[in-house]
């Protein structure tokens, strides 16, 4: 099992382009989440989704959109790129329970520059 | 919606001493309290959690406290050693059990 796959681990972006990191996960888990982490800062919540065709903004969605039209992917997009979206982006997983389970399953993160 | 407050946010100690880093929540639903470790440049990655029906756990060298009272929690590490050294977050699962709330981090720093 390859767990959460994110692609690319590595991209410089002009400001203003669109791009879209891919999140692929093979564990079947309901839930999954794309996080920014900014240097020396925490996680930060963008988008999450409880299941195919359901998503939900979190905590910082603008300039951001999302889609989940499978189990297994979970695409992240930015549009119109600017230098405040320069950050490492990280997707996880999580499988079903509710209340009873709470583990996130992370892949390797994505590092963004805007310049 | 939930708040998680994370403090210190630097923590320097020698080698063998313990360290100690605290979290607050305002929501009095959270029920499930996990914490990660992340090393530089790569994935957090769960080390311990606690669910609200416990006031602690322990796993080896590393602990983790509830106080569901005064809605805090605490990861407690005895006799660190350098591979210590990481970024600790802790978070709490929201009431409606589908987001995590991250704490803003600690940086453990264990000098030999």
């Known amino acids: 099992n390859a767990g959460v796959t994110q692609t690319p681990k590595f991209h410089i972006l002009k400001i203003g382009q669109s791009m879209t990191l891919q999140c692929t996960q093979d564990?079947?888990?309901?839930?999954m989440y794309w996080y920014r982490q900014d240097p020396g800062m925490g996680l930060k919540l963008i988008y999450y989704?409880?299941?195919?065709?359901?998503?939900d903004k979190g905590e910082v969605p603008n300039g951001y959109n999302v889609s989940r039209s499978t189990t297994e992917d979970f695409p992240l997009r930015l549009e119109l790129a600017a230098p405040s979206q320069t950050s490492v982006y990280f997707c996880?997983?999580?499988?079903?329970?509710?209340?009873?389970?709470?583990?996130?399953?992370f892949g390797e993160g994505s590092r963004l520059t805007v310049l | 919606g939930e708040n998680v407050e994370q403090h210190p946010s630097t923590l320097s100690v020698q080698e063998g001493d313990s360290a100690v880093i605290k979290c607050t929540y305002s929501?009095?639903?959270?029920?499930?309290f996990p914490w990660y470790k992340q090393e530089l440049g790569k994935r957090p990655q769960l080390i311990i959690d606690?669910?609200?029906?416990?006031g602690e756990k322990k796993d080896q060298r590393i602990a983790v406290t509830l106080n569901k009272t005064a809605k805090h929690f605490s990861l407690h590490i005895t006799e660190t050693q350098p591979e210590d050294s990481a970024v600790y977050f802790c978070?709490?699962?929201?009431?409606?059990?589908?987001?995590?709330?991250f704490g803003k981090g600690t940086m453990l720093l264990v000098s030999p």
């Open positions: 996880a997983t999580r499988p079903p329970g509710g209340r009873n389970t709470g583990e996130l399953f």
């Open positions: 564990m079947n888990h309901n839930y």
């Open positions: 989704s409880v299941g195919a065709g359901i998503t």
């Open positions: 929501d009095s639903a959270s029920n499930y």
């Open positions: 606690i669910r609200s029906n416990v």
């Open positions: 978070a709490a699962l929201n009431s409606g059990y589908s987001t995590l709330t």
